[in-house]
């Protein structure tokens, strides 16, 4: 038996049905078997998940684009030093394709800022290190929010904060609908015999959302018995913490995910995480602990509101398609982009076209500035 199989099934002995959200922590980030840890080079055509990243560099050109956009006139107007943070860098490949281009077409912005990544996996940092040492005196890394905030200076920061398929990889807890008894309960993890099976939770400590609590009854009077849906409350306390980092900037996340018409839909009965394995849906979420991906699309509202109640304001709800194409109307106007060659128009098609990857990720965008002094 693999000993993270063992790991998982000690604790579920130890407490009866163990929570979905723990189940998922240690299958993907247990600090010497998880998915996470030890797979290196799991995304890609090649891995069990294929991103905007492995498409090709134009991903992380576009954005370096944009970050120059925001940041320039942040940079001329400030003595104190400005950031760009990427949080979950995976193996530091969108980090490289952004310092390129940034270091290439606006070298005296790249000479004025500095990359930050925050990343709690030392063995991940190694990675990150390897693939980013021509840049490493401008890249410097934190393993928290919290590591972040303590090490500038000022404990917050002026730029932009930003990751790529993190939200939607966070912990999740799984809740489904008793129509008989008109209320919601929490789906955990038992053992059957030598496998890992759900089970409902007898006892829940979580506190539901409002969105759940209030319901109204013509939804909840024909919604499925069993319908299956996720909340992830480390998600939501992510991105209220990372808003509570920022003085002046920008907070953006791009990621699978839902906006709020989109919650509740008979396509969805069974909720929206998913296994991927060799770039394949699993049938089994629950197997193959620590050799498979586990994902849930982000609750965009949830996100947004925790955002807005850190002092952020909304600056844009889009596709990555709609996007990627503001970016590229105004990348045609600027040379310093460089030429749009055959490999830019596939990579770009890959990342907009709704059956690829331009409707299925979603781009949240929110904003602080400081209050205004009085004189």
Known sequence: ????????????????????????????????????????????????????????????????????????????????????????????????DILNWLQLARPKLFERIEYGIIEPSVRRQAWQKENLEKYVPHVRWFDSLDSLKFKIQNSKLTGVIFSNELLDAMLVHRLGWDAAAKKWFEWGVALEGEKFVWAKKQKSELNLPSVLRHLPSSLLDVLPDG?????????????????????????????????????????????????????????????????????????????????????????????????????????????SFGGWNTSRTRQYQTLTHPEHLGRAFRVLIQFKKPPATRS
């Not at 080079?41 to 956009?69: I, Y």
């Not at 939501?236 to 990372?242: F, P, Q, T």
């Open 227 to 335: 319908y299956t849906l996720e909340m992830s409350p480390a998600a939501e306390n992510w991105w209220r913490e990372a808003a509570g980092s920022l003085e002046r900037g920008r907070l953006m996340t791009i990621d699978y995910g839902l906006d709020a018409d989109e919650l509740f839909s008979p396509s969805r009965l069974r909720g929206t995480l998913r296994a991927y394995f060799r770039q394949h849906v699993a049938d089994d979420l629950l197997a193959n602990a620590g050799e498979q991906d586990l994902t849930a699309h982000v609750n965009f509202p949830a996100v947004q509101a925790a955002g807005e109640s850190a002092g952020l304001a909304p600056e844009s709800f889009s596709t990555q398609a709609q996007f990627l194409t503001r970016i590229l109307e105004k990348v045609v106007k600027d040379k």
């Open 1 to 96: 038996m693999r000993p993270l199989i063992e790991l998982i099934r000690r604790e579920i002995v130890g407490s009866g049905v163990l929570s979905f959200a723990r189940f998922m922590e240690l299958a993907l980030y247990c600090p010497v078997y998880g998915y996470y840890e030890a797979n290196k080079d799991n995304p890609g055509r090649r891995g069990d998940f294929f991103t905007s990243v492995s498409v090709g560099e134009l991903f992380g050109q576009l954005l370096a684009f944009q970050f120059a956009e925001w940041l320039e006139s942040e940079v001329e107007s400030r003595a104190s030093e400005v950031r760009i943070i990427e949080a979950g860098a995976h193996d530091g490949t969108l980090a490289r």
